[in-house]
């Protein structure tokens, strides 16, 4: 597996999944999740729902992924997670842990080679960005990639690719 630290906007990325930073609801939001959503048009939020009340009716856990179209996006999929509220957790680390986990485990269920994953939780969630960036280093050490060929660390400023690249690079 090749890792790639990059800077910029996840929704203008051509990879088989980028990884959405959503919320239990996963009815849309701000940040990342909002971006995602505008980019991809409304049929995304019609899938959205469509999983809501076949799937998860309460909504999705912290920690675990779902796949779904990515429609007007570049890229194939998108796979949404849900990263912990950092000050609302005891022990934050195996959720965002779990978070990048799933989102790997399910894009290998689905045959794909590529993966953009944003800063989880590292925005409104306010997760310490060295902090999350030592956890996906842990996940990206113990996963046993199969199908997946590339992963890209998509971060939206130079400062926080800065930060990602002394701890992973
Ligand atoms: N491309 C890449 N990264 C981005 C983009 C983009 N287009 N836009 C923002 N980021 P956040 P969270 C970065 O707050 O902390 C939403 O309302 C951003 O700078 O999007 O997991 C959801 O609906 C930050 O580094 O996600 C949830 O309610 C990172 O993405 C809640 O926010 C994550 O910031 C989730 O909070």
Do not use: W
């Not at 929704?11 to 980019?39: Q, Y």
């Not at 779904?68 to 509220?85: F, N, Q, R, S, W």
């Amino acid at each position: 597996m090749k890792l790639e630290i990059a800077v910029g906007d996840i929704t203008k990325l051509r990879v088989d999944a980028i990884v959405n930073a959503a919320n239990r609801s996963l009815l849309g939001g701000g940040g990342v999740d909002g971006a995602i959503h505008r980019a991809a048009g409304p049929r995304l939020l019609q899938e959205c729902r469509e999983i809501r009340r076949t799937r998860h009716p309460d909504g999705l856990p912290v920690g675990q992924a779902v796949l779904t179209g990515a429609y007007d996006l570049p890229a194939k999929h998108v796979i949404h997670t849900v990263g912990p509220v950092f000050a609302a957790e005891r022990d934050p680390a195996p959720l965002l842990a779990a978070a990048y986990r799933n989102s790997l485990a399910l894009a290998e269920e689905h045959g794909l080679r590529s993966i953009a994953f944003p800063a989880i939780s590292t925005g409104v969630y306010g997760y310490p960005r060295e902090d999350a960036a030592q956890v996906v280093k842990g996940v990206l050490a113990k996963f046993a990639f199969k199908s997946l060929e590339r992963v890209v660390l998509c971060y939206f400023s130079p400062d926080d690719k800065a930060v990602a690249e002394r701890i992973l690079g």
